[in-house]
């Protein structure tokens, strides 16, 4: 028997060599861990919670003062909207709605619109009751049915208000069975096979299905938002099927290329499977970075993004072999039939548009760039915060109840601010009649007593809750109108705490920018031995980044394409940042290892970016078509926020993969030359070496740069 003259294998090839062994084990791991978190998640239930804790900033510290002194000041409640030609006509009508409305679960005291101060506008055409409301998202959306039967002949009754709005969205499920369907077609047209399509997405089934249940045992222990679930989702499933198909696809490439399945097993582990666990590990110092911003919601969701994109890496590299043990040689049997049907090298299409490229280096860079630029434009006037309920569809109530109030009380009744006075009535008055003769000031109540020594004042803008106008009163009254005043006044509500909260995403959001930027950097320099390559990744995702976000400012905020002005939710641009910049670096370590593969080997820096690209072009494409079927499908949700995220990451992802990693990248390579592989030798030997692809035996040592 002649002795085995191979070199030691790596960690990766024995970890692919032991689950090829006992792939049932692996299999039976994660399916116990998987029914166990279902199981577990059942029992226990989730506790899921919309709490936006904003610590140093005003609207928070009125908010600790109200819970403090002053509980019921700050109450949830259901507004029930009614108009007539004259609502005083209606009144009977509209007191048995009340009286149903009262008698329903979770609804507590309700006012009387026809004895309250203020409750009828001015034209007597409008009017307003206010629900006390304390019960679920369920019985919110009970009280829907009741407003539609009141409705009718000559009477138009709406309900508005936060509980009413969180009944109203959808839960997103038919986005996520498009996405699903769509990656499956996507993948059977790839790969010509029904199962080979399913094992990415089973992968990314087990790995999402696990981070939700774990997710909703967590969110007992620390606070986690209601819309984290689609988020989950959206990350969860384009990163799975992404990662997973980048090692089957490598594992696939092996076997054309004659190795049995164990060893092609061993090389896509220990190949693109490296080039999966840096990529994640990118994702997740990015995701990590929104904790520079100081905000919990934020962080939160950042750690529960995190975890679900550490199971896809664990589930890549110990599900899927497994998978491609179990059922190898009947995937090995359809991947040899359909390419026995392919015409052509494989590879040749993407090396001729290398060529072309190359050709027209500089034109290609030149006008990239220009266009991605100019699809950054709008960002220069990019507006952060929450959108209201006018930016809605015009079918359903709250948005029927805003537009109602807008007319019969003015926009700004739609975003009161809470001007709380901690001292005595006389410097509570003081306040009040300094409010009151501001020219962006509408309305302003006389101070009310709410607690021991708080009195409060209800003031509303001549703007409505997300307009500019408002923005700048809340400035001003915490600025020189209130200063001015005697005793302690804070300015909060609602809309205040929104703009508190964008004025924090803008304040530290360079801070967040180069701290996720310069990690990701240093990152690339360990691992590509190289200065210009991680420079010129950051300033091509800055680019991406720019644009996808510049697109969403354009259709969400200008009411371009159909959808209703206003604001960018103040989440989306940093969420985005960070999700978009860790799966561009996806592309980025995928199609540079491959690169830098064949650079190690032949030292030919031209002839690395043709066979990089040549066997990369294919797949990156494919995986970019998945997730953009995967995030494009929240588009449609009924959520503005899943949306605006559905709509940037969407074009992010296509920016990414059919333009810069397709065009620009070769065409910057080309421009570089050798000089894209250099690096000081001081530097060389001060950082630690990594490496994302083995190290080949090189046919001649790279010339020198």
Not at 283 to 310: C, E, F, T
Not at 427 to 448: H, K, N, T
Not at 634 to 647: C, H, I, N, P
């Amino acid at each position: 028997m002649e002795p085995d003259l191979a070199p030691a294998r790596s960690r990766m090839a024995r970890l692919s060599d032991r689950t090829q062994r006992r792939p049932l084990v692996a299999l039976l791991l994660w399916v116990l861990v998987f029914a166990g978190s279902i199981g577990a998640a059942a029992a226990i239930g989730s506790a899921f919670d919309d709490e936006y804790s904003m610590p140093g900033t005003e609207s928070q510290e009125l908010s600790d003062l109200l819970a403090d002194r002053a509980p019921d000041a700050d109450r949830v409640t259901v507004d029930v909207v009614f108009a007539a030609d004259s609502v005083a006509a209606e009144q009977d009508r509209v007191a048995a709605l009340l009286a149903e409305i009262a008698a329903m679960p979770g609804v507590g005291d309700v006012s009387d619109p026809f004895t309250e101060p203020g409750a009828i506008s001015g034209d007597g055409t409008v009017g307003v009751a206010t629900a006390v409301f304390d019960g679920t998202t369920e019985q919110a959306a009970g009280l829907l049915p009741l407003a539609e039967d009141a409705s009718g002949d000559g009477l138009d009754v709406a309900l508005g208000g936060d509980p009413v709005r969180e009944a109203e969205e959808g839960g997103g499920g038919a986005a996520e069975g498009v996405g699903i369907l769509a990656a499956l077609v996507i993948l059977v047209l790839m790969f010509g096979s029904f199962l080979a399509a399913s094992l990415p997405l089973i992968t990314a089934v087990f790995a999402v299905g696990t981070t939700f249940c774990l997710a909703q045992l967590v969110s007992h222990v620390t606070t986690l938002p209601t819309y984290l679930t689609p988020i989950l989702f959206l990350v969860g499933l384009g990163v799975g099927v992404d990662y997973a198909l980048l090692i089957f696809a490598r594992f696939r490439s092996e076997l054309l290329g004659g190795a049995t399945r164990r060893d092609a097993a061993a090389t896509a582990l220990d190949t693109a499977g490296r080039s999966v666990l840096f990529a994640g590990s990118v994702v997740i110092v990015a995701l990590i970075g929104l904790y520079a911003l100081g905000l919990g919601a934020l962080q939160s969701v950042s750690i529960a993004v995190a975890l679900v994109v550490l199971v896809t890496m664990a589930a890549s590299v110990t599900l899927l072999p497994a998978l491609l043990a179990l059922f190898g040689k009947r995937i090995e049997r359809r991947v040899r039939k359909h390419a026995a049907k392919a015409k052509g090298v494989p590879g040749r299409r993407w090396n001729a548009w290398s060529r072309l490229v190359e050709k027209r280096a500089w034109l290609a860079i030149v006008l990239v760039t220009v266009g991605l630029v100019a699809l950054s434009a709008p960002l220069t006037g990019i507006r952060l915060g929450f959108a209201d309920a006018g930016t809605e569809s015009e079918e359903l109530q709250s948005r029927r109840a805003y537009d109602m109030l807008s007319e019969g009380f003015g926009p700004g009744y739609n975003g009161p601010l809470m001007v709380v006075t901690d001292g005595t009535e006389a410097e509570a008055r003081a306040a009040y009649e300094a409010i009151d003769g501001l020219d962006s000031v509408d309305s302003v109540s006389p101070a009310f007593p709410i607690g021991d020594g708080l009195w409060m004042s209800t003031v509303v803008g001549t703007g409505g809750p997300s307009d500019e106008a408002t923005v700048d009163l809340v400035h001003e009254l915490r600025g020189d109108v209130l200063d001015d005043a005697p005793g302690d006044q804070l300015v909060g509500g609602a809309t205040a705490a929104a703009i508190d909260f964008s004025d924090i995403i803008e304040q530290r959001a360079p801070l967040f920018l180069v701290l996720v930027v310069g990690l990701s950097m240093l990152l690339l320099m360990v691992v590509f031995r190289s200065i210009l390559i991680p420079v010129k990744a950051a300033i091509l995702n800055l680019l991406t980044i720019g644009a996808s976000l510049g697109l969403v400012t354009w259709m969400f905020q200008n009411g371009a394409l159909g959808a209703e002005p206003g604001p960018i939710e103040a989440f989306v641009p940093v969420m985005s940042f960070a999700i978009i910049f860790g799966l561009s670096m996806d592309y980025e370590v995928f199609l540079m290892s491959r690169m830098r593969e064949e650079w190690v080997r032949t030292g030919d820096a031209t002839e690395a970016v043709r066979k990089g690209l040549a066997s990369t072009g294919g797949v990156v494409t494919a995986a970019a078509a998945i997730m953009i079927a995967v995030f494009g499908a929240f588009a449609f949700s009924e959520s503005r926020l899943l949306q605006q995220f559905g709509v940037g990451m969407a074009a992010a992802i296509f920016i990414d993969a059919f333009v810069i990693r397709v065009l620009l990248v070769p065409a910057i390579m080309k421009v570089m030359g050798r000089a894209a592989w250099w690096m000081p030798k001081w530097l060389d030997r001060a950082l630690p070496h990594v490496t994302v692809e083995p190290d080949p035996e090189p046919t001649r040592a790279p010339a020198k740069v």
